[in-house]
């Protein structure tokens, strides 16, 4: 047998191997039911107030996590996670609490010191949306307890006339949570925010909006 051939066939058997060991340790943490692997059935993102031009708001993101010690064969109650918010670029950060810029997180979750894999696969789910280039990404990396609700809270400020929106999402090694979405239109006096897309802009249903006259 030729050299090229042993070396071909030898790492075929190293993949082989090393496939086996991640498929067993998976197969043997995860129970193999169809339940929900989404733990992140009860989140809300909310304003409290609508900033208008040069004004401030509190933004805060509540996860309430449920499932994950029913997802695990050894029922576990905990799960580290990745927090993200993203601020269209009429808006900005006056305060961002816990929250590091979203390269720093993305390198802390490909480190090579993770030997269950949690960080990097809630990473390649929250590399599926991207969000458009421009805007100010953030994230933070958090720990997930079954039945207890993680708050972030942040000061935003509105810095440009516009409708801009705030994007928000949690990962984990069970999955992604489905987008949360505020948008906030703003003038010079006035503004006003509601839940999910403007439906003046965008067609989808905007109800939930609030006014707040200055």
Same mark, same amino acid.
């Given at each position: 047998?030729?050299?090229?051939? =042993?070396?071909?066939?030898?790492?075929?058997?190293?993949?082989?191997?090393?496939?086996?060991?991640?498929?067993? *340790?998976?197969?043997?943490?995860?129970?193999?039911?169809?339940?929900?692997?989404?733990?992140?059935?009860?989140? =809300?993102?909310?304003?409290?107030?609508?900033?208008?031009?040069?004004?401030?708001?509190?933004?805060?993101?509540? /996860?309430?996590?449920?499932?994950? !010690?029913?997802? *695990?064969?050894?029922?576990?109650?905990?799960?580290?996670?990745?927090?993200?918010?993203? &601020?269209?670029?009429?808006?900005?950060?006056?305060?961002?609490?816990?929250?590091?810029?979203?390269?720093?997180?993305?390198?802390?979750?490909?480190?090579?010191?993770?030997?269950?894999?949690?960080?990097?696969?809630?990473? $390649?789910?929250?590399?599926? /949306?991207?969000?458009?280039?421009?805007?100010?990404? !953030?994230?933070?990396?958090?720990?997930? /307890? $079954?039945?207890?609700?993680?708050?972030?809270?942040?000061?935003? !400020?509105?810095?440009?006339?516009?409708?801009? *929106?705030?994007?928000?999402?949690? @990962?984990?090694? &069970?999955?992604?949570?489905?987008?949360?979405?505020? *948008?906030?239109? /703003?003038?010079?006096?006035? @503004?006003?925010?509601?839940?999910?897309?403007?439906?003046?802009?965008?067609?989808?249903?905007?109800?939930?909006?609030?006014?707040?006259?200055?």
């Amino acid at each position: 047998m030729k050299k090229e051939t =042993k070396l071909i066939v030898a790492l075929a058997i190293v993949a082989t191997v090393v496939g086996g060991i991640v498929a067993g *340790y998976l197969l043997g943490v995860f129970k193999t039911t169809e339940h929900s692997r989404l733990p992140f059935e009860n989140c =809300k993102l909310t304003l409290s107030n609508a900033p208008a031009l040069n004004q401030t708001a509190t933004l805060t993101y509540t /996860v309430t996590p449920v499932g994950i !010690k029913s997802s *695990y064969v050894d029922q576990r109650t905990s799960v580290p996670g990745i927090l993200r918010v993203v &601020l269209e670029n009429g808006l900005e950060w006056v305060n961002d609490n816990i929250l590091e810029n979203w390269n720093v997180i993305e390198n802390i979750c490909m480190m090579d010191n993770d030997p269950e894999l949690k960080l990097r696969v809630a990473l $390649e789910g929250m590399q599926f /949306v991207q969000p458009p280039p421009g805007n100010i990404v !953030k994230g933070a990396i958090i720990t997930l /307890v $079954e039945n207890v609700p993680f708050t972030f809270e942040g000061i935003v !400020k509105s810095v440009r006339t516009g409708q801009w *929106y705030i994007d928000a999402r949690v @990962a984990s090694q &069970l999955g992604m949570s489905s987008q949360l979405l505020i *948008y906030v239109s /703003v003038s010079e006096n006035s @503004a006003e925010w509601g839940e999910g897309y403007n439906e003046n802009n965008t067609g989808y249903d905007g109800q939930g909006a609030h006014e707040a006259l200055m």
